[in-house]
């Protein structure tokens, strides 16, 4: 089903020369994208803040800005557009490139005595814009009052200066609504090319005068078409801002297809116009599109005896009912026709492309990672194992998983992420994706894949399949949904519902798990057994996470092989010799125990030096006869003392620095499993005394230290997630490492 051929046939010279044009149609299109450029904005953007729509170069946010300058802030709570710190936008012109702000205006009053009683000069300050100047008027309102607009040019050191004075002894002087005179109102011309202004405004006899009805001087700048003057304005004039018109452009003459760009006079920057006959956004790539001035008498010329026929920009006027006007309505038509179908049938060879692309990279994967091996040894399995591996499809995946949503992660690691996801049977699996494969160690992949998904135990979580299809297999696992042992210890709000009887049946559930992996047809030994990988559904106990396992071949009873586990977990004796056994495994379970005897974690940095391993402090703990002192107080009850000194007691044996003094994992599930069935007998003191369990222990501290010691500091190397691993390489780590659980 990977073997796909794709075969073109083109079986006339008519077919041929289509192609050709199609190629020769696309060059074109491509020539003319990299010629404009690559103005266009991200898809998305927000293109409107309140009332005011926010076109190209503008911007909300600076993805969908040209530059930062166009940035336009927009209030969420207020809907309104904000321009630098505080200028409130109305309007924003491409056409015009002008962008209509409200300006505050300058004012100064007094009272009836002549002693002021409010004074605010008006600033406003443009680093990239300027005040239109046909646009805009400067104007001063009031009956004893004169003021001044000061400025500053761009790219100028030079300073501008102008005023207006305005004067009337009486109510009835004041020039009529409408107009400004000089008599009440006066208003003046302003350059172009300011950048900041200043507005201060004063009066010549503090209003004294005039205080029966004109007690304040107002001055600003404002749009010349939005500011008509009012008599009342004398008395009481309440505005306390005015529409302001500013220029913009951009830093080059980078402009949209069939636009063009044009200097500023006098003025650093430039901007852009559509071409004439067309409209649209000329700062967008292939926003400026043909106008069609046919539709419409007032847009073209022609007589009434003349038929308006449209051109790309442009327009003709022909005589109506010309003999070769049908021939061509007829080519026009036939022409569009040809593009589309041009345009059709290329989109149509570019998915057919697209298509066998992916179908070939899929082929590609799926032989790299050994899917004609797997199948293979699938094949030769049918009719004599109870399950084998499915090949899941790289598409069953990513319609579990909502295409690898990010809500769907369930936990990541150092090699990789897991994905909750649900296949079409409704069955809810975990996904691992690691992050790197060792394509020298397929063969071995695949042989370790088919064993792991043969484990039949209801205390293993049991792989159910893989995909191939991708750069990186990806590995189906059993959902389990209740999190990790781990957390149910050491999460104060889980650690409560975690009684000693819940903890002895985890424990030894695990242990079977551990024992049932030692004793298979092809032993595995774990390798990083810890709290972390023991997963509960319901309090039932799943061993997880087989990134770091080993199969061993039955005549081996040690395997060298790299260092690869968890600090706090790792058998000294492996981290000494590099040799591993189902020992190894033993000794972190026996850490487990100890995590479940104590509710503390395996190695916690921010204890003290000397109990910062608990494996080490647990051990010196029952060598000086303080095992009370370190077991977790809510699990030791009157009734269950035996079992928990008889656990303690199983802990250490499995904690024994030599291998070989260590217990058989068999042997630590049958013993788990006799005390729980073991019938509670009452004690006969009501309290754990120091005599009783004072245990001979065959551990020497300075033995451990000296162990550890030997290992040199280039032997290992810690991992982000814990693990420490050495240089060398082991072939299932880097398919399946990685720490998971259903929450």
Not at 563 to 586: A, C, H, I, W
């Amino acid at each position: 089903m990977y073997r796909i051929q794709f075969i073109v046939s083109l079986t006339s010279s008519r077919l041929i020369l289509l192609m050709m044009q199609l190629i020769i149609f696309m060059l074109a299109v491509l020539s003319a994208a990299a010629a404009t450029g690559g103005l266009d904005p991200p898809p998305g953007c927000d293109r409107r803040c309140g009332d005011v729509d926010i076109p190209y170069p503008f911007g909300t946010t600076e993805g969908c800005a040209l530059e930062s300058k166009f940035l336009i802030n927009c209030n969420k709570s207020t809907g309104d557009p904000i321009l630098g710190k505080n200028l409130l936008v109305t309007n924003i012109s491409i056409q015009n490139h002008e962008i209509t702000i409200e300006a505050y205006i300058g004012k100064s009053c007094y009272d009836r005595k002549g002693q002021p009683t409010y004074d605010d000069w008006s600033s406003l300050t443009l680093p990239f814009y300027t005040v239109f100047s046909s646009k805009n008027k400067f104007v001063v309102i009031g009956c004893d009052s004169y003021a001044y607009l000061l400025g500053t040019y761009e790219n100028d050191s030079n300073s501008y200066s102008t005023g207006c004075t305005t004067t009337c002894g009486s109510i009835r002087r004041v020039s009529a609504d409408g107009s400004c005179s000089g008599i009440g109102c006066c208003q003046t011309e302003i350059p172009a090319g300011l950048r900041s202004t200043e507005i201060h405004t004063y009066s010549f006899n503090n209003h004294t005068e005039v205080k029966d009805f004109n007690p304040c001087t107002y001055a600003f700048v404002v749009e010349q078409d939005k500011f008509h003057f009012s008599k009342d304005y004398i008395t009481n004039f309440t505005q306390d801002r005015q529409p302001l018109v500013l220029e913009w452009a951009i830093s080059n003459d980078t402009c949209g297809r069939n636009a063009t760009a044009y200097k500023m006079d006098g003025l650093s920057g430039y901007y852009c116009k559509c071409n004439p006959g067309y409209i649209g956004n000329p700062y967008l790539c292939h926003d400026c599109q043909d106008f069609n001035e046919c539709e419409s008498s007032d847009n073209h010329n022609c007589t009434v005896n003349e038929l308006c026929v449209n051109l790309q920009g442009s327009y003709t006027c022909k005589p109506k009912h010309q003999p070769d006007q049908l021939l061509a309505i007829k080519l026009t038509v036939g022409a569009a026709i040809g593009l589309i179908g041009l345009l059709v049938s290329s989109f149509w060879l570019y998915l057919i492309i697209k298509k066998r692309e992916l179908i070939v990279m899929k082929e590609k994967f799926f032989r790299q990672n050994g899917g004609l091996i797997l199948q293979q040894k699938l094949s030769q399995q049918k009719g004599h194992s109870k399950q084998n591996a499915k090949i899941f499809s790289e598409q069953e995946l990513k319609k579990a998983t909502l295409n690898y949503k990010e809500s769907t992660i369930i936990g990541q690691g150092g090699f990789g992420t897991v994905y909750r996801g649900t296949l079409e049977d409704n069955k809810v699996v975990a996904i691992k994706k690691s992050k790197i494969v060792d394509r020298t160690q397929i063969e071995q992949f695949i042989n370790e894949v088919i064993v792991l998904s043969q484990i039949d135990h209801k205390n293993v979580v049991q792989l159910l399949g893989c995909c191939l299809e991708t750069e990186v297999p990806l590995l189906v696992y059993e959902f389990v949904p209740n999190g990790t042992l781990s957390e149910s210890i050491h999460e104060k709000n889980r650690a409560s519902n975690l009684p000693w009887e819940v903890r002895l049946r985890i424990a030894a559930e695990t242990a079977e798990a551990l024992s049932y992996l030692h004793s298979s047809a092809t032993p595995i030994i774990h390798r990083d057994v810890k709290s972390s990988n023991i997963l509960l559904d319901n309090y039932t106990a799943k061993v997880s996470d087989f990134g770091a396992s080993k199969l061993v071949l039955m005549d081996q009873n040690e395997v060298a092989t790299i260092m690869q586990g968890t600090l706090g977990y790792l058998d000294p004796e492996y981290l000494l010799t590099n040799q591993l056994t189902d020992k190894s495994d033993v000794y972190s379970f026996g850490v487990v125990l100890v995590e479940l005897l104590t509710g503390k974690k395996a190695l916690a940095l921010d204890r003290p030096e000397e109990e910062r391993s608990l494996a080490i402090c647990f051990l010196q703990s029952l060598k000086e006869g303080r095992l009370l002192e370190i077991l977790e107080t809510r699990i030791v009850k009157e009734d269950n003392r035996e079992q928990v000194k008889e656990v303690a007691e199983l802990a250490k044996r499995c904690l024994n620095l030599k291998g070989d003094d260590r217990p058989t994992m068999k042997e630590v599930a049958m013993e788990l499993e006799g005390l729980r069935k073991m019938e509670k007998h009452p004690w006969i003191n009501s309290e754990l005394n120091s005599e009783e369990i004072q245990y001979n222990s065959e551990l020497n501290s300075e033995e451990i230290q000296y162990l550890l010691a030997e290992t040199t500091p280039n032997a290992y190397q810690e991992c982000n997630d814990g693990r420490i691993t050495t240089a060398a390489y082991d072939s299932i780590k880097d398919h399946v490492t990685l720490d998971f659980s259903g929450r």
